[in-house]
Structures are given as structure tokens and as C-alpha cells.
Nanobody, 127 residues
């Protein structure tokens, strides 16, 4: 089992920045692609970003390209999401997730591809 705990969320003004962290315990996540998703009130959970298990590739949703950066430190069993130029539409609960298949070559964007999830951290961007 892998336990994931997100942190770093909060209230920020539009144009500001936040850095989310996702700390894993129980088992290493160094063999798994890791994703970030978000869910706004009344909306479905949506893909934000994913990083390959060895850090050798990333993929972003169009709305966050050029503003968000996903990274990982496998020695610390932690994944990060640096969020810059935040907009009110970025307001959501942000979740990290571990892909269901170790060493996957696919940078998956569908939530069903991930089988371990954190509890989420709230990000609120005021206008």
C-alpha cells in the first residue's frame, strides 16, 4: 500500500504562486508515474500534470501549460507541483495520485489509470 499526503494549499491572490507537495509513505513511488488532478465544486476531477517514474518526461493539461511545473524527488519519495500566475479558475481541491502500473511508458491523463490517491489540498485563488 502507498499512502499519499498533499500539502501546501491555501488562499492566494490572482497572479500569485503556490507549491504543492505530495509525500508518500508505506512503499516507494520511485517506480510509478505520478499525477496531479484537481476538482472544483460541482465539476468532475480533471487531469493537471503527470511525471514519469524517473523524472524523464512530463505532460500537462492545456489550461496549466507554461504556468505549472511538476517535479519529483525520489530520494524523498515526494512529488511537487509548482503553480505560478494563478487564476481564479485554478481554485479546486488538488490531489496527487500514483499510476497503477510500475515503470509505465504512458503518461496517463485518465483518473482510472491511478490507484493510489491522497486526501487532497484546497487551493483558492481570489480575484
Amino acid at each position: 500500500q502507498v499512502q499519499l499526503v498533499e500539502s501546501g494549499g491555501g488562499l492566494v491572490q490572482a497572479g500569485g504562486s503556490l507549491r504543492l507537495s505530495c509525500a508518500a509513505s508505506g512503499r516507494t513511488i520511485s517506480t510509478r508515474n505520478m499525477g496531479w488532478f484537481r476538482q472544483a465544486p460541482g465539476q468532475e476531477r480533471e487531469f493537471v500534470a503527470v511525471i514519469r517514474w524517473n523524472g524523464g518526461g512530463t505532460r500537462y493539461a492545456d489550461p496549466v501549460k507554461g504556468r505549472f511545473t511538476i517535479s519529483r524527488d525520489n530520494a524523498k519519495n515526494t512529488v511537487y507541483l509548482e503553480m505560478n500566475s494563478l487564476k481564479p479558475e485554478d481554485t479546486a481541491v488538488y490531489y496527487c495520485a500514483a499510476h497503477r502500473t510500475p515503470f509505465s511508458v504512458v503518461l496517463a491523463t485518465a483518473a482510472y489509470e491511478y490507484d493510489y490517491w491522497g486526501q487532497g489540498t484546497q487551493v483558492t485563488v481570489s480575484s
